[in-house]
T-cell receptor, first 118, second 116 residues
Framework: AQKITQTQPGMFVQEKEAVTLDCTYDTSDQSYGLFWYKQPSSGEMIFLIY??????QNATEGRYSLNFQKARKSANLVISASQLGDSAMYFCAMRLSPGYSSASKIIFGSGTRLSIRP | GAGVSQSPRYKVAKRGQDVALRCDPISGHVSLFWYQQALGQGPEFLTY????????KSGLPSDRFFAERPEGSVSTLKIQRTQQEDSAVYLCASSLATMDWNQPQHFGDGTRLSIL
């Protein structure tokens, strides 16, 4: 069965510092995609970054980068130069490639609440 | 707006009542998903539509939950005879096409359902 584990329920970081949010995943499939979403207190899930299982380069999107270590089955999110507006819940998620019966769904972790201190 | 729109934003119902939650996806998005998010947890998959076809309803917790998307655009999630454990945020998401599996799903703000 597929599973996403986020072991940090909450984190506090000083503004302008970099922060790493941990994510490990479990799947026996070779083809999958990994996503990170941000959920502010307003409730909307905001897509941040995507990494495919066959991508050789780590994904980057502005201040966000994904530290993908396939052998360790980890997909940590790195936020550089954190800002007050980064305070939110962050969810790691996984989706299997087409061809699997469960390919339609995204499986989410339990999330990490990030708080940025001024 | 251009995003996924959900209504109502908040819904309070008494136990045993039926509720209907609406989702208006991004125009042109073929795929539509419903998720349930309990307090302090990540979203959990409920059901998936490709156009008007409901291709996966494996996440629906009971036969009290029913979803439809009759014309392939707006979708409604209906919960009959609500129970307290149905209290959660219900999120709707849409994406361009299911085969583009690396396409991100775009989420609405959700409907916060409280059952008294």
């Amino acid at each position: 069965a597929q599973k996403i584990t986020q072991t940090q329920p909450g984190m506090f970081v000083q503004e302008k510092e970099a922060v790493t949010l941990d994510c490990t995943y479990d799947t026996s499939d070779q083809s999958y995609g990994l996503f990170w979403y941000k959920q502010p207190s307003s409730g909307e899930m905001i897509f941040l970054i995507y990494q495919g299982s066959y991508d050789e380069q780590n994904a980057t999107e502005g201040r966000y980068s994904l530290n993908f270590q396939k052998a360790r089955k980890s997909a940590n999110l790195v936020i550089s130069a954190s800002q007050l507006g980064d305070s939110a819940m962050y969810f790691c998620a996984m989706r299997l490639s087409p061809g699997y019966s469960s390919a339609s769904k995204i499986i989410f972790g339990s999330g990490t609440r990030l708080s940025i201190r001024p | 707006g251009a995003g996924v729109s959900q209504s109502p934003r908040y819904k309070v119902a008494k136990r045993g009542q039926d509720v209907a939650l609406r989702c208006d996806p991004i125009s042109g998005h073929v795929s539509l998903f419903w998720y349930q998010q309990a307090l302090g947890q990540g979203p959990e998959f409920l059901t998936y539509f490709q156009n008007e076809a409901q291709l996966d309803k494996s996440g629906l917790p009971s036969d009290r939950f029913f979803a439809e998307r009759p014309e392939g655009s707006v979708s409604t999630l209906k919960i009959q005879r609500t129970q307290q454990e149905d209290s959660a945020v219900y999120l709707c998401a849409s994406s361009l096409a299911t085969m583009d599996w690396n396409q991100p799903q775009h989420f609405g703000d959700g409907t916060r359902l409280s059952i008294l």
